[in-house]
């Protein structure tokens, strides 16, 4: 199984990531990645950027050093109405959209909560992938938010990350599992804060592997399934 791919990476810009746009995308080719999202935290994370820095997106190139470029974000969920915090514009002006939950920026309440929290998200056009849904802190009705990201043409996220907790490892399991039963795509991100990580998804594709996963389900496996993947979500696709 070979990701290449990654949708999720941070850089100097989220405040609590320590490598350039340009440092992750010479990492990403050295992977043997043939495309990179760059998804810097909302403006809600602490020393996250403003607005403007994703306004500002427009004037990133679609390939730099033969690596294709989206332009994302990983936007903060701020309450459990599925506000983020980013205001429609520039967030239409996007190529990518994950929404994650973030302890520092909304409590955990419980269960019942956090699954109307993920449903409501769901609904938002512009958001494409549920980030790191598997974090333990804020559990959720699994077959319901997956059966929802079926509906509404969502991915969910295997996020390599994650995985580095032993206790979170079952969540991602059962969550991956129920995405193979029900035929809803998923994500495998590093969500690297640091170059040593891009294109780092040995966790992730372990546990997929582990579990028999079809790789046809991956949507970022590679440029084409990425183009697929958002032309069906109704976006722009910046490369044939
Ligand atoms: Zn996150
Ligand atoms: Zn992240």
Redesign the pocket.
């Known amino acids: 199984m070979k990701i290449r791919f990654d949708c999720?990476t941070?850089t100097i810009a989220?405040g609590h990531a320590y490598s350039t746009l340009e440092e992750n995308i010479k990492a990403a080719g050295t992977a043997g990645l043939n495309g990179l999202a760059v998804?810097d935290?909302g403006p809600a994370m602490p020393g996250g950027p403003h607005d403007i820095y994703f306004m500002n997106l427009r004037s990133l190139p679609t390939e730099h050093l033969g690596v294709k470029l989206l332009r994302g974000i990983?936007a903060n969920i701020i309450d459990y109405e599925g506000q983020l915090d980013l205001p429609e514009y520039p967030l239409k002006n996007l190529d990518f959209c994950?929404a994650?939950f973030h302890e520092i920026c909304i409590a955990p309440i419980n269960e019942q909560t956090h699954t109307q929290g993920w449903l409501n998200v769901i609904k938002n056009k512009y958001v494409d992938l549920l980030?790191?849904p598997g974090r333990g802190r804020f559990p959720f009705d699994i077959r319901t938010v997956v059966q929802a990201c079926g509906q509404y043409n969502k991915a969910i996220e295997i996020?390599n990350?994650t995985l580095n907790r032993e206790n979170d490892r079952e969540i991602c399991r059962e969550i991956a599992i129920v995405c193979k039963e029900l035929q809803v795509p998923v994500m495998v991100n590093s969500?690297a804060?640091f170059t040593h990580s891009v294109g780092e998804f040995s966790r992730s594709v372990n546990l997929l592997e582990e579990i028999d996963f079809p790789e046809e389900l991956i949507a970022n496996r590679s440029l084409e399934s990425m183009r697929e993947f958002l032309i069906k979500r109704g976006k722009r696709c910046r490369w044939e």
């Open positions: 999720h941070h989220s998804t935290h990983e994950i994650s980030g790191h996020n990350h969500d804060h």
